[in-house]
């Protein structure tokens, strides 16, 4: 399993398990990785008997340094299997959490192929969700992309009664941590008819507190304090893959 790798590639083989919050990862450029390991990174964050091993072992953390790596080194190159991985291991929650963050930081390199998977009403929904933190991920990594990526989520939210409530909301979610104030009508609409979860983000008065359009309840919430947006999100995507392994 670890043989065919290389240092300093090889040492990510070692790391096992690093913090989950992105401000404190480790700098992988600082073990002396490059844009010319950027292949056998792909093939780290590929590997399939890796990938099996889990965290069951130092070595079943190699993917995981390795995706966050390619990212850091905005290699372009990976998005293509970075994608493919996500599609094919979509049930897998650290995945599904961790793909979309990297392809955000890889850049415009990832709108291409997540725009296409938002827009394809006959891929899975979880894969359209994460196409939608990809394009939210990569308007906050490079600015000068920003209003590309949310018309494109705009785009889709134009469809909301065609759609489930759940990817709506998230849809929402994601233009909401945008701040497309503009995109406002649009969600309220579909609050108006009912066609949003408003356990994932709140009700249409949170989500115009947040956008600054309003600055305090007009109405009694009944619900208990809601939770960090991100947190509720995560919530979330979490019960639609539980949902999704349900249907399979």
Do not use: C
């Not at 964050?45 to 953390?61: F, I, N």
């Not at 894969?127 to 705009?154: C, N, S, T």
């Not at 066609?195 to 007009?218: K, N, S």
Request: without cysteine; aromatic residues 6%.
């Amino acid at each position: 399993m670890t043989s065919s790798y290389h240092p300093p590639v090889a040492r990510l083989l070692t790391l096992g398990r690093e913090p989950a919050t992105r401000r404190i990862w480790p700098d992988y450029r600082h073990l002396g990785l490059s844009a010319r390991h950027v292949p056998e990174l792909v093939r780290v964050a590929t590997d399939a008997a890796l990938l099996d091993a889990g965290g069951r072992s130092a070595a079943g953390w190699a993917p995981l340094h390795a995706w966050r790596a390619l990212g850091q080194l905005e290699a372009e190159a990976a998005v293509a299997p970075l994608l493919a991985l996500l599609e094919r291991e979509v049930d897998d929650g650290v995945v599904l959490d961790e793909i979309p963050v990297v392809l955000g930081m890889i850049g415009p390199a990832s709108l291409p192929a997540a725009t296409l998977w938002l827009f394809d009403e006959g891929r899975d929904e979880q894969l359209r969700v994460a196409a939608g933190r990809i394009l939210a991920e990569v308007a906050h990594e490079y600015p000068d992309r920003r209003d590309e990526a949310a018309a494109v989520l705009v785009q889709q939210l134009q469809d909301w009664p065609h759609q489930t409530p759940l990817l709506n909301a998230l849809l929402i979610a994601d233009l909401v941590e945008l701040q497309e104030v503009a995109a406002a009508p649009v969600m309220e609409a579909a609050y108006a008819a009912g066609a949003v979860d408003a356990a994932v983000f709140g009700d249409w008065e949170d989500v115009q507190i947040d956008l600054g359009l309003l600055e305090e309840r007009v109405t009694f919430d009944p619900r208990p304090v809601r939770g960090a947006p991100a947190k509720a999100r995560r919530k979330a995507e979490k019960a639609a893959r539980k949902r999704n392994r349900r249907r399979k």
